[in-house]
């Protein structure tokens, strides 16, 4: 990791938690292009882009699904909805073992790792180039449960993905990491969390956005392909790249 003098780093700290704990998986790039080519709020894309300021209102927040779900930006000061963001990020991605007593003890170690990582990226990363964005049901009186699934989007730069994109980008609206705790699985918390990152990027101004996912994961390969995403790379049948033009 390229770092500045001051210690940050000069680009976002992604380390999708999916791809580093699952490396001998294969997967792809999907790629998505934003549909309208107006922000949320109606200002033009092209003209937030060219501003070269990715902002993102501290209030920013999306009901999605008919206003069952409610995506947010997570609160980096509650350390109790940190520590529930992890743990749902570590149980989404940890790969049990077949001996009982070493996938404890793997499983602990992975959600340390994804703890620490998770610190990293709170605290380093740029706002402008990082959020962290969390999804909780919506009650009948409009109160709102705990967090039940989480996604990151970041800006990047990185020459893997830009290669398989069209010739000049400089930068790309990054998806990763999305999760979903098991309670809420199936109830579309997962499509609300999409809609979110969705959201962000085209308050970023970006018309363009890319995610990682391994082909053998037939539910979130169902999931980007019903919201538009395809398949722009992929390094063999079982690991792919997807990028969806939003």
């Given at each position: 990791m390229t770092t500045r003098a001051s210690g940050k780093p000069s680009r976002p700290i992604t380390n999708n938690a999916s791809r580093r704990h699952q490396q001998q998986r294969r997967a792809q790039y999907r790629y998505h292009r934003l549909k309208a080519g107006s922000r949320d709020d109606g200002q033009d894309l092209e003209a937030t882009r060219a501003s070269s300021v990715r902002e993102l209102p501290s209030t920013f927040a999306v009901l999605a699904q008919g206003g069952r779900?409610?995506?947010?930006?997570?609160?980096?000061?509650?350390?109790?909805?940190?520590?529930?963001?992890?743990?749902?990020?570590?149980?989404?991605?940890?790969?049990?073992?077949?001996?009982?007593?070493?996938?404890?003890?793997?499983?602990?170690?992975?959600?340390?790792?994804?703890?620490?990582?998770?610190?990293?990226?709170?605290?380093?990363?740029?706002?402008?180039?990082?959020v962290l964005l969390v999804?909780?049901?919506?009650?009948?009186?409009?109160?709102?449960?705990?967090?039940?699934?989480?996604?990151?989007?970041?800006?990047?730069?990185?020459?893997?993905?830009?290669?398989?994109?069209?010739?000049?980008?400089?930068?790309?609206?990054?998806?990763?990491?999305?999760?979903?705790?098991?309670?809420?699985?199936?109830?579309?918390?997962?499509?609300?969390?999409?809609?979110?990152?969705?959201?962000?990027?085209?308050?970023?101004?970006e018309a363009q956005a890319v995610l990682h996912v391994y082909q053998d994961n037939e539910a979130a390969v169902r999931l980007y392909?019903?919201?538009?995403?395809?398949?722009?790379?992929?390094?063999?049948p079982s690991w792919a790249m997807v990028g969806v033009r939003l």
């Open positions: 779900w409610q995506i947010r930006q997570i609160d980096r000061t509650d350390l109790d909805e940190v520590r529930r963001v992890v743990m749902i990020q570590a149980e989404g991605f940890h790969v049990p073992n077949a001996l009982p007593f070493l996938d404890g003890f793997l499983k602990t170690s992975f959600t340390a790792e994804v703890l620490s990582e998770m610190q990293k990226k709170l605290k380093y990363n740029p706002v402008d180039k990082f999804v909780e049901r919506v009650g009948p009186a409009g109160g709102a449960s705990p967090v039940e699934g989480v996604v990151e989007v970041s800006f990047i730069d990185e020459k893997e993905v830009l290669q398989s994109l069209e010739p000049g980008t400089e930068g790309v609206a990054y998806v990763a990491s999305m999760a979903v705790a098991p309670s809420a699985r199936r109830q579309g918390a997962a499509k609300a969390l999409l809609e979110g990152a969705t959201s962000v990027c085209r308050e970023w101004g392909s019903q919201d538009g995403w395809v398949t722009i790379f992929q390094d063999n």
